[in-house]
């Protein structure tokens, strides 16, 4: 079945440092990928996405490369803000379900520090 | 821009109530989701429909049910409130329809605390 699966959190990081999230997945057919942000007290927001292989999908300096031979999805960002502070969620949709639904990861919730 | 919006907050109820969420769309999306969310779970399908007055069953919709009356609105019913339906609710859209790459667009959340 298709399934997503991240890293637990908490990630605690110092302000500028390097951020790196995994999501690795596991699809019956070409999924799309995205990773959508969540900070305190509201909703999901799309962070960026990436519908085919070697795709680089990015947004506010967060990147991720859809990569289909190790079927992985990983956020990255060079240099991270107080303000990044919040839960990171990665998620596909796979066509081959015949639906519209989201898969998604159980989230990683990020903490930086001034 | 998308706007979901769902009608309260935050919200406090008694076991065996009967409870209404409801969450509306400005975008003309023809889907519609209702999530839980819950620490260490992420987030869970309760039901989803993609038309109106059409309704699926999610991954977790035991205890719950939904009404599509209208193209904008889904609402999402708990037909006896148990302790165990208190959680972080997530009302989403989407474009029907399009290829997989198109996003849900979220509301902010409804907290329900059952007591």
């Known amino acids: 079945g298709n399934s997503v699966t991240q890293m637990e959190g908490p990630v605690t990081l110092s302000e500028e440092a390097f951020l790196t999230i995994n999501c690795t997945y596991t699809a019956t057919g070409y999924p799309s990928l995205f990773w959508y942000v969540q900070y305190p007290g509201e909703g999901l927001q799309l962070l960026l996405k990436?519908?085919?292989?070697?795709d680089k999908g990015s947004n506010k300096g967060f990147e991720a490369t859809y990569r289909k031979e190790t079927t992985s999805f990983h956020l990255e960002k060079g240099s991270v803000q107080v303000s990044d502070s919040a839960v990171y969620f990665c998620?596909?949709?796979?066509?081959?379900?015949?639906?519209?639904?989201?898969?998604f990861g159980t989230g990683t919730r990020l903490q930086v520090f001034p | 821009d998308v706007k979901v919006t769902q009608s309260s907050r935050y919200l406090v109820k008694r076991t065996g109530e009967k409870v209404f969420l409801e969450c509306v769309q400005d975008m003309d999306h023809e889907n519609m989701f209702w999530y839980r969310q819950d620490p260490g779970l992420g987030l869970r399908l309760i039901y989803f429909s993609y038309d109106v007055k059409m309704k699926e069953k999610g991954d977790i919709p035991e205890g719950y049910s939904v009404s599509r009356e209208k193209k904008e609105r889904f609402s999402l019913i708990l037909e006896s409130a148990s302790t165990n339906q208190t959680s972080m609710y997530l009302c989403a859209s989407r474009l029907g329809g399009g290829p997989s790459n198109q996003p849900q667009h979220f509301g902010d959340g409804t907290r329900l605390s059952i007591l």
């Open positions: 990436a519908t085919k292989a070697d």
């Open positions: 998620a596909l949709s796979d066509p081959a379900l015949g639906t519209d639904k989201l898969i």
